[in-house]
């Protein structure tokens, strides 16, 4: 009868400590979503304005238009693509379309190379510390290269 009365507090602590760690890992969980989800959906933006771009005929890689038109084309798709996701940041400016490794406005390229990038501010707990994990912004900076076949 004893160890049933000397237990009795037991469950008590026991709850104590798992709503604790659950109140700590639950914002932790929030934030790190949040941005799995932003940097999800610029990456499938990027894939896809790279391949939207190298899919292009040969005139727009025209050394007048192309340094014009391939990256407006681009970073249209990818703007548009965070629009439509509702992402907070969107990548306006940001984005940058390289035709082996520079401009795109000497002819066709073998490689091309999008890259963007988003300056993700958390909104849920600002730039403060939950718990001692450091919640703020995050830099995200997806790219994508496609190469063509000899």
Do not use: W
Not at 88 to 94: D, F, K
Request: proline fraction near 6%; include cysteine.
């Amino acid at each position: 009868m004893k160890t049933l009365h000397a237990q009795r507090g037991v469950v008590a602590v026991e709850a104590a400590l798992l709503i604790a760690a659950t109140l700590f890992l639950l914002p932790v969980l929030l934030y790190v979503s949040q941005v799995v989800y932003h940097a999800i959906v610029l990456d499938k933006a990027v894939y896809a304005a790279a391949r939207i771009v190298a899919a292009l005929p040969d005139a727009a890689y025209a050394p007048t238009a192309a340094s014009e038109t391939l990256p407006a084309l681009g970073s249209g798709y990818i703007n548009e693509a965070a629009d439509e996701a509702g992402l907070q940041g969107t990548p306006a400016g940001r984005s940058t379309i390289n035709c082996d490794g520079r401009t795109c406005q000497h002819g066709l390229p073998v490689m091309m190379t999008v890259n963007t990038s988003v300056h993700y501010a958390d909104t849920v707990f600002g730039s403060s510390n939950v718990e001692g994990v450091p919640m703020g912004s995050v830099e995200i900076t997806p790219g994508y290269l496609v190469t063509y076949a000899p």
